[in-house]
T-cell receptor, first 115, second 111 residues
Framework: GAVVSQHPSRVICKSGTSVKIECRSL??????MFWYRQFPKQSLMLMAT?????????EQGVEKDKFLINHASLTLSTLTVTSAHPEDSSFYIC???????????FGPGTRLLVL | QKEVEQNSGPLSVPEGAIASLNCTYS??????FFWYRQYSGKSPELIMS????GDKEDGRFTAQLNKASQYVSLLIRDSQPSDSATYLC???????????FGAGTTVTVRA
């Protein structure tokens, strides 16, 4: 149980385009999901908390208009990187917490390369 | 600001030895503690969670929590080459779903 999937696993795009990443909880409902970014040899950096049915909560320094988050259902959250630039190239990882539990389970991650 | 600090690595241990990982946290109201393992190029996977003072054992892994000292540790017994990874300590405050992560300790098990 507690499986989280992400799609796509890897994406290459041109500078200025937008990229959407999906995060799904496969066998549980998750009112709350999280989006992280990880640069090489660095730890996880929380970008935002995604809340089903309400607006996402962004961490300080994360541009909400650039990283659009939509938590459309209890099993799906999406992150859209708008007008991507090479500095947005990173490993994006989502996590989800089953309702009523405390543990965060991570998706496999999406590696984004912006050319 | 919540801080989570882990002992700096890398930590190299011979196969079969015990690997000891330490983590301290700054927020006294923290209630939930987690250890995640992250292989290179992969996302973190949960190893252990611990909520009460004392030891918690799961197979070759033992987590130890001391809230008075704001300290949590992870012991890996009979270390195997497959244990070579970065281990992340994560702390959750009781009124917040967010996790604060340490920078991680990279463990290398020598065959």
């Amino acid at each position: 149980g507690a499986v989280v999937s992400q799609h796509p696993s890897r994406v290459i795009c041109k500078s200025g385009t937008s990229v959407k990443i999906e995060c799904r909880s496969l066998d549980f409902q998750a009112t709350t999901m999280f989006w992280y970014r990880q640069f090489p040899k660095q730890s996880l950096m929380l970008m935002a908390t995604s809340n089903e049915g309400s607006k996402a909560t962004y961490e300080q320094g994360v541009e909400k208009d650039k990283f659009l988050i939509n938590h459309a259902s209890l099993t799906l959250s999406t992150l859209t990187v708008t007008s991507a630039h090479p500095e947005d190239s990173s490993f994006y990882i989502c996590s989800a917490t089953p309702d009523g539990q405390e543990t965060q389970y991570f998706g496999p991650g999406t590696r984004l390369l912006v050319l | 600001q919540k801080e989570v600090e882990q002992n700096s690595g890398p930590l190299s241990v011979p196969e079969g030895a015990i690997a000891s990982l330490n983590c301290t946290y700054s927020d006294r109201v923290s209630q939930s503690f987690f250890w995640y393992r992250q292989y290179s190029g992969k996302s973190p996977e949960l190893i252990m969670s611990i909520y009460s003072n004392g030891d918690k054992e799961d197979g070759r892994f033992t987590a130890q929590l001391n809230k008075a000292s704001q300290y949590v540790s992870l012991l890996i017994r009979d270390s195997q080459p497959s244990d070579s990874a970065t281990y992340l300590c994560a702390v959750r405050e009781s009124n917040d779903y967010k996790l604060s992560f340490g920078a991680g300790t990279t463990v290398t098990v020598r065959a």
